[in-house]
């Protein structure tokens, strides 16, 4: 018999599209991250597998008994001072019931091999005040909050940031 708990981190696929969207504005709301200046907005976020195509973007998805559970990825750190050596950790979101199983840090991981392959050297992230877990989960794996906001991300709501060399 199988084990009930396998999960498998895939890449994100069309099909995935509809759940991954979902799982982002249900998590950015139950957060109080759901007003202008959150990437609850994004074009992006209906087409997550459309979006991170591309040898510089990737986006994984967690899957469990075929439901997908949450995700998360990355891509160049937009805007006019951004260098090239830098990305940004984007949407890293779970269902309440695919959290404390160690699926963050398993993803996070992968994530950061991805991005290191891709010929990044930094990764950026920015979130909110009220995603007190996924903050200890950047600290364990090495990022550093810093002071203010880079790039041109659009999420002038986010009020925590973070960066690690890679």
Known sequence: MPDAEVFVLRPIRPADDAAMAAIIRAVMTEHGASGAGFAIHDAEVDHMSAAYRGDRARYF?????GTVLGG???APLAGPDADRTTCELRKMYFRPE??????GRNLLALLLDEMRQAGFRRCYLETFRTMQQAQKLYRAAGFRPQCSAEGATGHHGCDTFYAMVL
Do not use: I, Y
């Open 98 to 103: 695919a959290r404390g199983k160690g699926l």
């Open 61 to 65: 998805v967690v899957e469990h008994g």
């Open 72 to 74: 998360g990825g990355f």
